[in-house]
């Protein structure tokens, strides 16, 4: 709450960390009709980062398509990308106004509007946090949605340093 957590940084499998999450969530899916797919999570790709800390955002992001999303499939992927690691966790449900993406992150605000939508039960934190997790590490969220098309949360990370051969 006041900015600061120690990291405890090591090379960490993003791909690894996206297939155990897959896991954990899989039930809970499954009871709603949701498939998640985790086939672009290779395994081996390795993240600069907190692995409590990298597994506490993915399950906060999979929590959050597996709660709110009115669509049948959540993709998980991974990829290397110039700014690191890219993880990101996708849903095919309708999606957040473009106008909205900005206030998301913001503390204690939430998609949806007023007390009958599913988005106003959450605390409004789990965005805010993953942000703040993933800009410690010195990477950032970004957030990409259009209304009827779906969300898309990637956490972008630094990559490992490869072991000198």
Avoid at 2 to 13: S, T
Wanted: aromatic share 4%.
């Amino acid at each position: 709450s006041a900015g600061r957590y120690d990291l405890r940084r090591m090379p960490v499998d993003a791909g690894a960390v996206l297939w155990l999450a897959r896991e954990v969530f899989m039930s809970r899916a499954s009871a709603r009709g949701i498939a998640i797919d985790a086939d672009n999570c290779p395994v081996g790709l390795m993240a600069d980062a907190d692995e409590a800390v990298l597994t506490a955002m993915i399950h906060s992001l999979l929590d959050n398509a597996v709660t709110f999303t009115t669509g049948k499939r959540i993709t998980l992927s991974a990829a290397a990308t110039e700014g690191g690691v890219a993880i990101t966790v996708e849903d095919d449900g309708g999606g957040v106004m473009a106008e909205d993406l900005a206030r998301i992150l913001e503390p204690f605000e939430h998609a949806g509007h007023g007390e009958g939508s599913e988005h106003a039960k959450g605390a409004g934190l789990g965005l805010t946090v993953v942000k703040a997790f993933a800009e410690l590490h010195g990477g950032w969220l970004e957030l990409d949605s259009q209304l009827g098309e779906g969300f898309k949360a990637t956490v972008v990370l630094p990559a490992a340093a490869r072991a000198a051969s």
